[in-house]
């Protein structure tokens, strides 16, 4: 796809922003440093998120996956600056450099239009059902942008349109509602809004659960080369495990509000080190999957109600032992080279074992 | 042969220029499973919408136990015993869920609806942890729960109504794999003590060979293929489908190369006058 006006620069592309520090200048390679982020929601006894390190360097794919209710959104979100009402933060997350959580109204507007961008989880929720989807798609760029970013009706109106185009749709869509569009279409639409303004950094929250898996590929293959051109580092949640083991460099595990296995996507699928990460490969039906029974995890997360000392998989884990209820395991590097970290005090038990953890 | 428990009959929608779905025929058994896969935009949500009620069909018939599905129900009795036929649990849980209501009082309304002499409350627990919700989710607000949560409360208020026929379009999608396994084998579990019927909607192959018996692929409205699900994903005979079972993700994957075969599909074919919005798609 050809580029409108705001094509900015290509940032050169690291390979592992994981190590990069954050020395507070755009010059920095990591494009999102999120820092020992912990969130306390009103009447829980349990942070939601709890101490979550995470980091995408600029032109990096990294994969979050985990529990339903685990806190990958929230996560996410808060790149953005986006945390529920009545939420209380510790830790920083930094955006090129710049501390979201620290920034007044103006500065987090600016970070929104100019800098991050996220595709929602549930595009109906996010749309406002009465605007057309050409105006949803050109509002931002054209009303939020000020000065010599602010870009003309007709310039906002041909990027969409080349951006649609981008993923396979047509400049028809711009004249419909919402409702007039089936689910598969409007996340593509969700996918070119979030690309409007050139994003150095894109969440992607499950951005094609929603599509068939012709259109998904046409989408990786899309979100592939914006990566590949201009350095966007891309945040992918996702529950497809396949999916994230082929496009992610990196692979965040989360449960229970914590990041419980985090590594290179190739190690961490073959050889996971967490019982939950290994129990999760375990109940993915796949097209070799014979019908019949899946090998589901037992039980269910911790409710937020409830305080967790110790390890929070501890009631589901077919490895727990006595020290598990007790200490909260750390993460702790678990094979030689690039960085894979485990937060389990057994993880030297599923050595050479692949999945070896059944229901 | 005993009547088929559900039964589509060439149903035709347009919207406006657009042929929605374009004779669309098959048959579930009492207590089968059928899936129907295919594209972005290739009518299988108005399908199942039609099927519900929700949309009404230009052309065709939806037959429950041989019996005609009445466009239109009347009175209440009339309503609620239609209701009780076939439910649907919806691709966007948030649009489906009312936002000022919670959790248990979703569950509570539908059971006092349907089985006015029971009391509620037992039924609510065991739905809400059939489905893998704890008690902090009984009394929340839709938008205090994660997507997953949210699908799952929607799951349990179709279960509440015990319904003959349950439409599951994208049901499972927002769920993690192992909530996921989770509610796959409870639908498995019901359908084993129950003659229940399933309409199974879904992107995911591996989800489709799991759940269903059988299975239909649909492209711009009409049937492309059809046959037991296992012998359509090991040997499928048209090549939408085969480019479909390449293009789920695996070692190797590529999804440009995908992207190139799913364009050469299209191109040799006419395009239809009626465009559906999505330009790249296989004709
Ligand atoms: N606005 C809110 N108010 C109160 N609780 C919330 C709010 N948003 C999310 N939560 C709670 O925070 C937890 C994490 O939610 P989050 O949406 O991040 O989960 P998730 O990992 O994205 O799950 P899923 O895979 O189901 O989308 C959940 O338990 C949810 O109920
Ligand atoms: N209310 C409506 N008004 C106009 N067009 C509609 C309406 N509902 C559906 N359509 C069109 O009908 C076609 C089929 O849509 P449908 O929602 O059935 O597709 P689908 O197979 O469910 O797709 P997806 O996998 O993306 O959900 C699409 O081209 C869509 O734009
Ligand atoms: S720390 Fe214990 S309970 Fe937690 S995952 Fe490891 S073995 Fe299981
Ligand atoms: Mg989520
Ligand atoms: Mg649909």
Redesign the pocket.
Known sequence: MTRGPMTRPPRPASANGSTASANGSTGSTTTLDVRGLRVTLPGTARPVLDGIDLTVGSGETVALVGESGSGKTLTSRSALGLLPPGATTEGTVLVEGHDVLAMDADRLRALRTDTVAMIFQDPRAALNPLRRIGDFLTESVCSARTGDRAMGRSAATARAVELLDAVGLDDSALK?YP???????L?RVMIAAALMGDPALLLADEPTT???VTTQAEVIALLARLRERFGTGLLFVTHDLDLAAAISDRVYVMYAGRIVETGPAETLFARPRHPYTAALLASTPRLTTPGGRLAAIPGQPPDLRTPVTGCAFAARCPLATEVCDEHAPAPLQVSEGPVHLAACHHSDRLVGEGSAVDA | MPEPLLQAVDLRRS??T?H??DGVSFTLPEGGSLGIV????????????IVVGLEHADAGEVRVRGRARPSRARGREQRLARAREVQMVF?DPYLSLDPRTGVDQVLRETLRLHFPDRDPEPRIRELLDQVGLGTRAADALPRQLSGGQRQRVAIARALAVEPAVLVL??AVAALDVSVQAQILNLLADIREQTPIGYLF?T?DLGVVRCVTDEVIV?RH?SVVEAGATAEVLAAPQHPYTRLLLDSVPHPGWNPDRIAAARQELTSPLAQPTQH???RSEPT
Do not use: C, N
């Open positions: 419909k409702s007039q569009v089936s689910g598969g279409m996340q929603a599509l068939d | 919207f406006g657009v929605a779905v295919g594209g972005s935009g290739s009518g299988k949500t108005t399908t199942a919408r691709q379009d994208e909607i992107h649909m409205g559906t919005g999505g």
